[in-house]
């Protein structure tokens, strides 16, 4: 089944083109989701066999649905999940004939980019994408060149089909020498051997000690778990301790801060209510006369000098002039400033 991004305007001639041969169909974004899993299940898988079938899958979210269940179940479909990282070592396709499959598309495309493609253009002179019945023709021929034969031991090579018994597990790839799950293989022997000694059975017996229904190696694995578990209990149980006494001692610093904050904050507000008042005060002079011409700097250093003179300041401790203008009314003969 192959879903394009769009394409519902083309549906239709796909589907009496290549109906016969392939299942296609159409979403927002070109992934696949519940509705189209679901289209998949009934219209590809159920339709290839009514036996009991095993189905491995990835965990993506839309492979879980109920509805996908439920449709599985009705087809006597028993489904495996492949944990999140693991398809590369236990699903067929990705171990097996997943890049062959893809290296036959990619010859295409390139061919098809060197000879047709290189007249197909966009009006901003960019590579017009392949036809989708041209890519569906790619991905039809690229599965007809596949090999049974390698499809088939792909199955065995994941797992998927040996014996229960372990007689074929020396087929698993991903546990072969020099594989990532090497170590896998020693694992799985070990237990195998567990479950085929005479007393051993996946059901614990009640009526039994502990050192009785298990063999000495589960009960050392056992008592292992158990104490790691019981550490790691005990550590965060110190940590949150040690988190509530620092919150508590943080508690009681903010209490003992905000109150001479408050009295800071207090005399802050007073300086700067002083500072303000001081920059505010307004001297009115009378009778200081004006020259023919003078300037607003020259009525400024005017005002100055006469704080000079008035007060006996001496000039480089004289107070600034911010600004100083003239009144409009005009001096009286018997003023003086």
Request: aromatic share 6%; hydrophobic share 35%.
């Amino acid at each position: 089944m192959m879903v394009f991004k769009g394409a519902k305007r083309e549906l239709a001639a796909l589907k009496q083109k290549f109906q016969q041969r392939a299942v296609f169909a159409s979403s927002a974004n070109g992934w696949m989701d519940p509705e189209l899993a679901k289209v998949w299940v009934d219209s590809v898988l159920g339709s290839i066999s009514f036996n009991r079938r095993l189905l491995a899958s990835d965990s993506y979210e839309c492979h879980l649905e109920d509805k996908i269940t439920e449709s599985l179940k009705s087809k006597k479909i028993d489904r495996v999940i492949v944990p999140g990282g693991c398809t590369k070592y236990i699903q067929a396709p990705d171990l097996s004939w997943k890049k062959p499959f893809k290296s036959s598309c990619t010859e295409n495309y390139d061919e098809w980019q060197g000879t047709v493609g290189i007249n197909e253009e966009t009006a901003a002179e960019n590579l017009r994408a392949p036809r989708r019945r041209a890519i569906l023709q790619w991905i039809l021929d690229a599965w007809a060149e596949l090999p049974t034969e390698v499809m088939k031991r792909s199955f065995p090579s994941c797992a998927l089909n040996l014996p229960v018994e372990g007689s074929n597990d020396d087929t698993i790839h991903c546990s072969k020498e020099g594989q990532p799950c090497s170590t896998g293989r020693a694992m799985l022997q070990t237990q195998l051997d567990i479950f085929r000694e005479p007393d051993a059975t996946p059901f614990a017996c009640t009526d039994l000690d502990v050192e009785e229904a298990y063999p000495p190696s589960i009960i050392c694995r056992i008592d292992d778990l158990v104490k790691n578990v019981a550490d790691l209990k005990a550590s965060l149980q110190i940590s949150q301790q040690d988190i509530s006494c620092h919150r508590e001692k943080i508690k009681t610093i903010n209490t003992d801060v905000s109150s001479p904050q408050e009295t800071v904050n207090k005399h802050l507000q007073k300086a700067i209510y002083l500072e303000n008042q001081s920059k505010s005060n307004n001297l009115r002079f009378e009778g200081l006369m004006e020259d023919d011409g003078e300037s607003w700097e020259e009525t400024k250093e005017k005002v100055k000098n006469t704080l000079v003179d008035k007060f006996n300041f001496e000039l480089q401790l004289a107070p600034g002039v911010e600004c100083a203008h003239r009144t409009g009314r005009p001096r009286r003969q018997d003023e003086t400033p």
